[in-house]
Nanobody, 122 residues
Framework: QVQLAESGGGLVQAGGSLRLSCAAS????????MGWFRQAPGKEREVVAA????????YYADSVKGRFTISRDNAKNTVYLQMNSLKPEDTAVYYC???????????????WGQGTQVTVSS
């Protein structure tokens, strides 16, 4: 069982930056691939970025490439999402999720956090 808790969301102006954190419980965090997802009002949840268990492989949605960076610190059981050059269309609830070992770019993750709101004003 893995429990996930996101933090770091908030209100930021367009062009600004935020860093989201996702803290995981459990001693086997390093065996899980982690993903960041977002869901805007009236839209489906979508993958933003993902990272494999070791951090050697990452995935980014086209809409965030070059602006967002996913990373992880297995010693701290934490995964991060650095978001730069934020746009109003990045406004959403952001979720982290975990699945064993291998990245998935779908919603096929086993554990989910409660989400953190990110609002980007124009």
């Amino acid at each position: 069982q893995v429990q996930l808790a996101e933090s770091g969301g908030g209100l930021v102006q367009a062009g600004g930056s935020l860093r989201l954190s996702c803290a995981a419980s459990g001693r086997t965090f390093s065996s899980y691939a982690m993903g960041w997802f977002r869901q805007a009002p009236g839209k489906e949840r979508e993958v933003v970025a993902a990272i494999n268990w070791s951090g050697s492989s990452t995935y980014y949605a086209d809409s965030v490439k070059g602006r967002f960076t996913i990373s992880r610190d297995n010693a701290k059981n934490t995964v991060y999402l650095q978001m730069n050059s934020l746009k109003p269309e990045d406004t959403a609830v952001y979720y982290c999720a975990a699945r064993k070992f291998i990245i998935a770019t779908t919603l096929d993750y086993d554990y989910w956090g409660q989400g953190t709101q990110v609002t980007v004003s124009s």
